[in-house]
Every structure is written in structure tokens, then in C-alpha cells.
Nanobody
Framework: QVQLVESGGGLVQAGGSLRLSCAASGRTFNIFNMGWFRQAPGKEREFVGAISLSDGRTAYADSVKGRFTISRDNAKKTVYLQMNTLKPEDTAVYYC????????????????WGQGTQVTVSS
């Protein structure tokens, strides 16, 4: 079992930046691959990005590639999502997820989920 708590969401103007954090507790953090997802009102949850446990490789959705960056700090049991050049279409609740399988995350699945943090981008 691992508990995930996201923070860092808020209201930002288009073109601005935010950094989301996801703090883990419970089971050892560094046995999990980590990912970020988002869900906008009326839409299905979608994959944003993931970071591998084994080699730190990352994957991103095409819609955020070049603008968002995932990183992790195993000592702090925290994963981050740096979001730059934000657009109104990035408005959503952002969730972090943990999974034993990196490919599961990139396929949209996760074993453990946080409660989400709201990101609103105004035009």
C-alpha cells in the first residue's frame, strides 16, 4: 500500500507555469514507477506522463510534450510535474499514480492514485 497526495495546483494565466508535487507515504516509494494523469470536466481521464523507476526514462502525451517535465526525488519520496507554457486546454484535475509496471502507466493504468489537484488556466 502507498498513499499519494498531490499539491501545487491553482489558477494561472495562459503562458504561465506551475509545478505539481506528489508526496508518497507507506510502502517504499522507490519500488514504483510514477505517472501523472488529468481529467477535464466531461472528459475521460488521460495520460500526461510517466517516469520509470529503473532508468528514469520518461514518456509524455503528445499534447504536453516539450512543455511538461516529470522528475522524481526518491529521498523525498516525491514526484514532480513541471508545467510550462500552460494553455486553457490544460485545465483539469491532475492525479498522480504509482504502478509496479511502467508500461501499465503509459497505457493509462495505475495501482495507486492520489486524490487530485485542480489546475485552472485562464485565457
Amino acid at each position: 500500500q502507498v498513499q499519494l497526495v498531490e499539491s501545487g495546483g491553482g489558477l494561472v494565466q495562459a503562458g504561465g507555469s506551475l509545478r505539481l508535487s506528489c508526496a508518497a507515504s507507506g510502502r517504499t516509494f522507490n519500488i514504483f514507477n510514477m505517472g501523472w494523469f488529468r481529467q477535464a470536466p466531461g472528459k475521460e481521464r488521460e495520460f500526461v506522463g510517466a517516469i520509470s523507476l529503473s532508468d528514469g526514462r520518461t514518456a509524455y502525451a503528445d499534447s504536453v510534450k516539450g512543455r511538461f517535465t516529470i522528475s522524481r526525488d526518491n529521498a523525498k519520496k516525491t514526484v514532480y510535474l513541471q508545467m510550462n507554457t500552460l494553455k486553457p486546454e490544460d485545465t483539469a484535475v491532475y492525479y498522480c499514480a504509482a504502478d509496479f509496471s511502467y508500461s501499465d502507466l503509459t497505457s493509462g493504468r495505475g495501482d495507486y492514485w492520489g486524490q487530485g489537484t485542480q489546475v485552472t488556466v485562464s485565457s
